[in-house]
C-alpha cells in the first residue's frame, strides 16, 4: 500500500522568512524520493508540512488525491523519522515498536506478533526485550524503522535518520534502507544534505536552495546534466569555468575564457545566446591526462599546487594561467608519481562531459 | 610540616567544625530525650530512661508531664499535620505540573512574565499569605449565611491546605521546570506522528518521563507543609498542627518529650534516606551491568579482561562508625558502672528530690513573714522612701514646665 504525495504550489512563511516557497512536486506511490540541499534550505520544512507538523501558508498536500489542510499528524497515513529518531527511552525495543498499535487499542497478544514479525524485519529477533539503551547506533535506527512501519504507513519520511551514524554503518544502512523500501514497497520520502546518501538510495531527488526547489529528476540527470550551477556545484564536486558565450552549433557551444576556449554541451531546457554570460562546468573525475592516441575536444594547461591521497583516486589541485583554482581526480591505478607540486600538465576533457548554463549563483562548499 | 598537610589539617578542621555546627544541637538534644529529669539537660544526668518516649511522668507535686506516646495534644496535632500534608501534595504537585508545562508551550518575553509571576508566592512572607487566606475566606464563608460554605471557610484545616500550597506549588513547579527542560520535545511529536492522542501523549510519554519529578515533589511537598509554622499558625484557626502544638508547649516550658520526638522525626528520615539511597544504588548496578554485558557482547572477546577481580573495599565511612560505637560503649559503661538506669534509680532520685522539696517547704515555713516585713521590712517599706516627695527642698530649683 503506497500513496501519491502532491505538493501544489506549498509556501511555508515564519513572519516575512519564506523556509519553502512555491514548491511543486508530484512523487509517485512507491518511489525512492528525496529532498536534497544545504542545511536551512527548507527541506525539514517541507517534511513538516506533509507530516502534519506545520500547515504550508500557502498552496496544498496532497496525499492520494486528498487534501491534508488541518488534518493533524496523528490522522495522516505517514510516519516520520526524526533525525534524533526519538525513540522512548523509557519503553523496551517491542513497546516502542508496538507503540502506534497500543494507542490504537490493539490487544496485547496481537501487538507481540506483529512486533516480532517487524524485529524480523530488521534482523533484531529476540531481541525485543532489550531497553533502547542497549542497543547500538545501527540497532536503534532499525527500531526507528520498525516502529514507523508498525502502523503501515503509505508514506515513510525520513528527516536524516543516518546523520549521527559513522561512515562504515551509514553506507550499511543506505543499502538496508534500500533493501526494506523495495520489501515493503511504500512511498519513503528522504531528507538529506549528503548527495551520496540520496544519489545511492533514491529513484529521484529534487535539489533545492533557499527554499526553492532548483531541479527533480532521476539521480544521475541531475548529476550529468545540472539545470543551475547551484545543482553543479552542490550534486558532486564541479570545477566552474567563467566566460561568454562565442559561438552556438545546436547544443555544443564554445566559451571565450581568460584561460582559452573550450567546447561544452548546453541543457535544452536552458538556451544560451551568444554574447552571454555563463560558466562551464567540468567534473574532476572527467579531466584526463592525455596518453599516447587520445584526441581530447578541450584541452587545458595547468600547474599543479599540491595533492591529496584518499585511497582509491589521487586528488590534485592545479592552477590555470589565469589563476583559477581546479581540481581533478587520478583512479590509484594509473600511476602519477611523476606529478608533484610545480608540475606543468596539460588536461584534456570531452564537450560531452562538460556543461554549460547561464551564470548565477554558486553553492558555497 | 609539608604544606599540603597543612592545608589537610585545615580542611579536616573545617568540615568537622561544619559538620559540629550543623549537628551537634541535634545530637545534644536527642542525648535529652533519654535522660529522665524534667528539663531537657545532659548535665546533671539523672537516669537513663525512656520515659519521654512512654508515658512521661507525674512529678512529686502532682504535676503531669506527658511523654510522647501519653501526650493526646501531640497525636492529634501530627494527624491534622499528617491530614494536611496529603491534601497539599495532591493539590501542588498537579498545580506545579501544569503551571510547568504551560511554561514549555509559551515563547520568548510572555514567558520570563509568566515565569516571575509564577515563582512569586515563594518571595511573599507566609505570615501574609496565612493572614490573606483567612481574610479572603472569612468574606466568602460570611456570604452564605449558616451551611456548607460557611463550615469549609472556617475550617482551619481546609485553609491551611489552601494557604500552604500556595507557595509549596511554588516549588513542585521549579522542580517540574528543571526536568522538562530535559525533555526532548521530538518524543512527543513522535508519539503525535504514531497516532497517539494528545491525552495519549501526555499519560505514555510525558507523565511516565516525569515520574521522578512527580516523586520528588511530593517529597518536597509534604515537608514544607509538615514543618511549616508560620503560614499555619495564622490559617490553622481553632485546631493544631504539629507545630503548633509544640510551639505552644515551648511557650509552657520545654520538656523531654519535645527531645524525644525530635529524635523519633530524625530517625524516620534517616531510615528513609537510607532505604532511598538503598535502593538507588541497587538499580543503578543493575543498569551498569546490562551494560557491561552489552559491550561484553558487542567487544571483541580479546579486549575483555577476564583476570580482572573486584578488590576488597574498605568503606569509607568506616571511621565515623567506629567514633560512634567507640563513644557508644564509653557512656553506656559510664551508666551501668555509676547505676545511673532502672527504675530503682529514677525512685531513688525523686526521693531525693520530694526531700528537698519538703525542706524548703520546711524552710518557708519557719521564716513566715511578719506583717512589718511584708510592708517593706527595715529595707523596702514604705517609711524609708516616704518622705522623698515630702522633702520641701527637693524641687525648689524646678523652674517649672513653661
Known amino acids: ?365 | 610540616m609539608k604544606p599540603t598537610y597543612f592545608i589537610n589539617f585545615m580542611m579536616g578542621m573545617y568540615i568537622f567544625i561544619f559538620f559540629a555546627y550543623l549537628f551537634g544541637p541535634l545530637i545534644v538534644m536527642s542525648i535529652t530525650a533519654f535522660n529522665s529529669a524534667e528539663f531537657p539537660s545532659i548535665s546533671p544526668w539523672e537516669c537513663f530512661s525512656f520515659r519521654w518516649f512512654n508515658e512521661g511522668k507525674i512529678a512529686y507535686d502532682g504535676q503531669h508531664l506527658a511523654g510522647l506516646l501519653s501526650d493526646w495534644r501531640l497525636h492529634d496535632g501530627i494527624i491534622s499535620s499528617l491530614i494536611i500534608g496529603a491534601g497539599v501534595v495532591s493539590l501542588s504537585v498537579p498545580i506545579g505540573m501544569a503551571a510547568a508545562i504551560v511554561l514549555t508551550q509559551v515563547r520568548s518575553q510572555l514567558r520570563d512574565i509568566y515565569y516571575s509571576i509564577s515563582i512569586m508566592p515563594v518571595l511573599f512572607p507566609g505570615v501574609i499569605i496565612g493572614i490573606s487566606t483567612v481574610v479572603l475566606w472569612d468574606r466568602i464563608a460570611g456570604l452564605g449565611g449558616d451551611g456548607f460554605i460557611s463550615d469549609v471557610g472556617r475550617n482551619g484545616i481546609f485553609l491551611t491546605i489552601l494557604a500552604q500550597t500556595c507557595f509549596i506549588s511554588t516549588y513542585c513547579f521549579l522542580i517540574f521546570v528543571a526536568r522538562l527542560q530535559r525533555f526532548d520535545q521530538t518524543q512527543e511529536e513522535a508519539a503525535l506522528d504514531l497516532g497517539a492522542t494528545q491525552t495519549q501523549v501526555f499519560f505514555k510519554i510525558l507523565v511516565p518521563y516525569l515520574m521522578p519529578a512527580i516523586a520528588s515533589a511530593a517529597v518536597i511537598a509534604f515537608l514544607f507543609s509538615f514543618e511549616n509554622y508560620n503560614t499555619t499558625v495564622f490559617s490553622i484557626l481553632s485546631d493544631q498542627t504539629l507545630t503548633t502544638v509544640i510551639a505552644s508547649k515551648v511557650r509552657l516550658g520545654i520538656s523531654p518529650a519535645l527531645s524525644a520526638l525530635a529524635l523519633t522525626i530524625i530517625a524516620l528520615t534517616i531510615i528513609a534516606a537510607v532505604t532511598y539511597e538503598i535502593l538507588r544504588r541497587r538499580s543503578e548496578k543493575k543498569y551498569a551491568q546490562s551494560q557491561e554485558i552489552f559491550v561484553k557482547e558487542k567487544a571483541a572477546s580479546g579486549r575483555i579482561n577476564k583476570e580482572y577481580k573486584v578488590g576488597f573495599k574498605v568503606p569509607k565511612g568506616i571511621v565515623a562508625i567506629l567514633l560512634v560505637l567507640v563513644f557508644a560503649t564509653y557512656g553506656a559503661t559510664q551508666i551501668v558502672k555509676n547505676d545511673l538506669y532502672g527504675q530503682s534509680c529514677i525512685d531513688a532520685a525523686d526521693q531525693e528530690k520530694k526531700s528537698k522539696f519538703l525542706e524548703q517547704l520546711q524552710t518557708l515555713e519557719s521564716n513566715e513573714l511578719t506583717e512589718e516585713e511584708l510592708s517593706g521590712g527595715s529595707l523596702g517599706g514604705t517609711e524609708d522612701y516616704g518622705d522623698i516627695f515630702g522633702d520641701p527642698s527637693l524641687f525648689q530649683d524646678f523652674g517649672g514646665f513653661d
Open chain 1, 1 to 365: 500500500m503506497s500513496a501519491d504525495v502532491e505538493l501544489n504550489n506549498v509556501s511555508v512563511t515564519f513572519g516575512s522568512f519564506y523556509a519553502a516557497k512555491s514548491v511543486n512536486v508530484k512523487i509517485n506511490g512507491g518511489e525512492f524520493f528525496s529532498f536534497l540541499g544545504p542545511s536551512g534550505c527548507g527541506k525539514t520544512t517541507l517534511l513538516r508540512a506533509i507530516s502534519g507538523f506545520q500547515d504550508p501558508s500557502e498552496g496544498s498536500v496532497l496525499i492520494d488525491n486528498k487534501d491534508m489542510f488541518g488534518i493533524g499528524p496523528n490522522k495522516r497515513p505517514t510516519s516520520l523519522i526524526f533525525q534524533n529518531l526519538a525513540l522512548f527511552p523509557l519503553m523496551s525495543v517491542s513497546e516502542n515498536i508496538a507503540f502506534s498499535l497500543e494507542v490504537r487499542g490493539i490487544s496485547k497478544k496481537d501487538r507481540q506478533k506483529r512486533a516480532d514479525e517487524l524485529l524480523e524485519l530488521i534482523a533484531l529477533e529476540g531481541q525485543g526485550e532489550k531497553k533502547v539503551h542497549q542497543l547500538s547506533g545501527g540497532q536503534k535506527q532499525r527500531v526507528a524503522i520498525a516502529r514507523a512501519l508498525a502502523v503501515e504507513p503509505k508514506v515513510l519520511l525520513l528527516d536524516e535518520p543516518l546523520s549521527a551514524l559513522d561512515l562504515k554503518l551509514r553506507q550499511r544502512m543506505r543499502t538496508e534502507l534500500r533493501e526494506i523500501q523495495k520489501r515493503v514497497n511504500i512511498t519513503f520520502i528522504y531528507i538529506t544534505h549528503d548527495q551520496g546518501e540520496a544519489l545511492t538510495m533514491s529513484d529521484r531527488i529534487a535539489v533545492m536552495n533557499e527554499g526553492e526547489i532548483e531541479q527533480i529528476g532521476p539521480c544521475d540527470e541531475v548529476y550529468n546534466n545540472p539545470l543551475t550551477p547551484f545543482v553543479a556545484t552542490f550534486v558532486g564536486e564541479n570545477n566552474p569555468l567563467f566566460g561568454k558565450v562565442k559561438e552556438i552549433n545546436q547544443n555544443k557551444v564554445k566559451i571565450e575564457t581568460p584561460d582559452g576556449d573550450f567546447l561544452s554541451t548546453m541543457n535544452e531546457n536552458k538556451k544560451l545566446n551568444i554574447g552571454d554570460e555563463a560558466i562551464a562546468f567540468v567534473r574532476p573525475e572527467s579531466l584526463f591526462i592525455p596518453r599516447d592516441g587520445d584526441n581530447f575536444d578541450n584541452q587545458i594547461k595547468v600547474n599543479i599546487e599540491s595533492f591529496e591521497f584518499e585511497g582509491n583516486i589521487k586528488n590534485f589541485y592545479a592552477t590555470l594561467s589565469s589563476g583559477t583554482r581546479i581540481k581533478f581526480s587520478i583512479p590509484n591505478a594509473i600511476d602519477t608519481s611523476s606529478i608533484s607540486s610545480g608540475t606543468k600538465l596539460q588536461l584534456g576533457f570531452e564537450s560531452i562531459k562538460s556543461s554549460i548554463l547561464p551564470k548565477a549563483q554558486l553553492a558555497i562548499d
